[in-house]
């Protein structure tokens, strides 16, 4: 096909394939890159049509709808324009990349992307790495808005640690390496933090002033404007998701160009002072906006900074003991969690955990639902007194076991245990191919792969260091090719533990069934309810399913088995079951109307997103799926 094609000029071909409906533009144009001929993909009132193309057919499009698309036979997409579709390979690219170059923008190259789980690439049309200051993320934004077809989506993609397509795109792509910045604020343990800054950066840095993070995930290699947006939480009952617990104010900058400060009513800055001294800028101080903006899935704009809270930094020590699933469910039958973690129950545990601490400030067990083995673990905070005769030890190194001669060496209180730190801090490229080879010549050896795991994390005297490395599983750990995805159950009427039950007859049905295996441990956690529109609005249990390897059998896997887990939940417990949208979507073809249930405010949310994209520029094919917008 020529680089410009006559919609007149189009010669009729029997088609391959009916004409098909999609939910969005970019599946139609998917569908249609797959049938080696010329298809109209146009924008009808159920959906996208996408429809095998004759001189007829062509025409109408171009009369009848402003967003008619013309996939050729090689693949190349092209846009209407004044009765002709021009490739955008060769038109609108070519043009527009020149734009670029003169508009003297921070263009990079826009290459294949690929995310840590491997399950999910993209290559990007455009691709920027605007620097701290704003008015770059400014320029980006509003040269994108009056360039770029609304049809390619914009998104910031930070260190790809999501295995949901929260930063996909085959339009723009905003690399928020320059975005990384930590400063100071004059109000007590307030910090602005650049979006492109990574958790180990901002750990290490607010420990040099004396502060700390109060709660943290088990991973610190995501940056800040990955992490807090998709819900990511750790496991203290007294506190709800990350974005819940840390943020105080956000900077964003929206589709259109316009730089917006979001905070709840009353909160950090002075509207006459700002106005005064930021012209140019958009202030909300609106509670239910704030409520949207904290999880928000990277819907609104792109952050260029946060104003995030600290507390006096803390060493942390962590104890490790074995039971089995049977026992801990009656240990913690009867709300005993409540007592067990810190929470707003003081009341003494009904049945403590044998070698634990009453009220754990981190509470997390790790489950294996084919033999029942769990490893429970606790974090405590040192006391302050205790805390600083630790400055200056081996404790108070930033990553005491880097070293595998060290990880012998050093005082056992001031590692984990010594083998699972040499196997998996040190070997783990070893141990992931050891493992992949076996379990894909005996998947059931699987159940007792994962057992080996949790019996060497057993670690009864305790582990003592700065907070941060303490909630983080380690650096092997979580170089190890992984999948993973989180359903929440709710803790009322002790559903999480009713939920425990569903999960290891579901994972033993399917062993029988279709022969595959769990093949990494269940972790769950225990995460106060939210503000947050899109947050878990009451008290839950986080189970995060892990499965090892990322190859597409892998992926096979951890799709099919986590949507068995969801289905048998959600059958038992309706909208009570939610989803991670930094992880795995299980039936993800459920969409809004499953938004709808769980989350009482979506609609809310949905019209304050509206409110800041209306043109839908920040919705990759995933996220209009998601929300329900064609």
Request: proline share 7%; net charge neutral.
């Amino acid at each position: 096909m020529s680089s410009r094609t006559s919609a007149s000029n189009l010669s009729h071909v029997p088609p391959r394939t009916t004409e098909r409906r999609f939910a969005t533009r970019d599946e139609a144009v998917a569908h249609a890159r797959t049938q080696a001929r010329d298809v109209v993909v146009t924008r009808q009132p159920e959906g996208w049509l996408a429809e095998p193309v004759s001189g007829r057919a062509a025409a109408a499009a171009v009369a009848g709808s402003r967003e008619a698309l013309l996939v050729d036979a090689a693949g190349t997409l092209h846009t209407s324009r004044g009765g002709q579709f021009v490739p955008l390979a060769d038109g609108f690219t070519a043009a527009a990349a020149s734009r670029v170059t003169a508009s003297a923008l921070p263009a990079v190259p826009a290459t294949k992307q690929l995310n840590h789980g491997r399950n999910v690439e993209w290559t990007p049309t455009f691709a920027f790495r605007p620097g701290r200051d704003i008015e770059q993320l400014v320029d980006i934004m509003k040269w994108v808005s009056d360039h770029v077809p609304p049809g390619l989506p914009l998104k910031a993609a930070g260190s790809k640690h999501s295995w949901s397509p929260a930063a996909a795109t085959n339009g723009v792509s905003i690399q928020p390496t320059g975005l990384s910045f930590i400063e100071r604020m004059p109000q007590a343990g307030l910090f602005r933090v650049g979006s492109g800054t990574r958790i180990r950066e901002l750990n290490q840095a607010l420990w040099q002033q004396g502060r700390s993070l109060p709660v943290l995930g088990g991973f610190d290699g995501q940056t800040v404007g990955g992490v807090l947006p998709t819900g990511t939480h750790g496991s203290v009952l007294s506190s709800g998701p990350l974005a819940e617990r840390l943020i105080k104010s956000i900077d964003l900058v929206t589709p259109q160009g316009e730089k917006v400060r979001i905070e709840p009513r009353g909160g950090l800055t002075d509207p006459d002072a700002f106005a005064r001294t930021n012209p140019g800028w958009k202030l909300v101080q609106d509670d239910e906006v704030f409520d949207a903006a904290k999880i928000n899935v990277g819907t609104f704009g792109v952050v260029h900074s946060y104003v995030l809270d600290t507390v006096p930094r803390f060493f942390m020590k962590e104890v490790r003991t074995e039971t089995t699933g049977e026992a801990l469910q009656q240990q913690l039958a009867g709300g005993n969690i409540r007592r067990l973690a810190q929470s707003d129950d003081t009341r003494a545990p009904t049945q403590p955990l044998d070698g634990h601490p009453p009220h754990a400030y981190h509470l997390e067990f790790l489950w294996n639902p084919h033999s029942d083995k769990v490893i429970v673990t606790s974090r405590q905070p040192l006391p302050e007194a205790e805390g600083k005769r630790l400055e200056g030890t081996k404790a108070d190194a930033a990553r005491p076991s880097r070293s595998l001669f060290r990880t012998f060496t050093m005082p056992s209180e001031l590692g984990r245990p010594r083998w699972a730190e040499a196997l998996f801090t040190h070997l783990h490229g070893a141990v992931s191919a050891v493992n992949d080879v076996v379990l894909e010549v005996a998947p059931k050896m699987a159940v007792k792969s994962v057992d080996s795991l949790l019996s060497m994390m057993v670690d009864r005297d305790g582990y003592v260091a700065r907070s941060y490395n303490v909630f983080n599983i380690g650096d092997g750990p979580n170089q190890l090719p992984a999948q993973s995805a989180t359903l929440s159950v709710p803790l009322e009427g002790d559903q999480y533990l009713e939920a425990m039950s569903i999960i290891r007859d579901t994972a033993r049905k399917f062993a029988e069934e279709k022969g595959q295996y769990q093949t990494g441990p269940i972790s769950l956690r225990f995460v106060k309810g939210s503000k947050a529109l899109l947050g878990d609005p009451v008290d839950v249990c986080k189970f995060e399913i892990i499965f090892s390897g990322n190859d597409k059998g892998d992926q096979r896997l951890a799709r099919e088995l986590t949507q068995a887990y969801d289905t048998a939940l959600r059958a038992r417990f309706g909208p009570g079951v939610r989803v991670h949208f930094g992880q795995l979507q299980p039936n993800e073809t459920d969409g809004p109307e499953r938004l709808k249930a769980s989350f009482p405010g979506f609609e809310k949310f949905d019209a304050v997103r509206r409110s800041f994209d209306p043109n839908g520029r920040m919705l990759n094919a995933w996220q209009k799926r998601l929300f329900g917008v064609e």
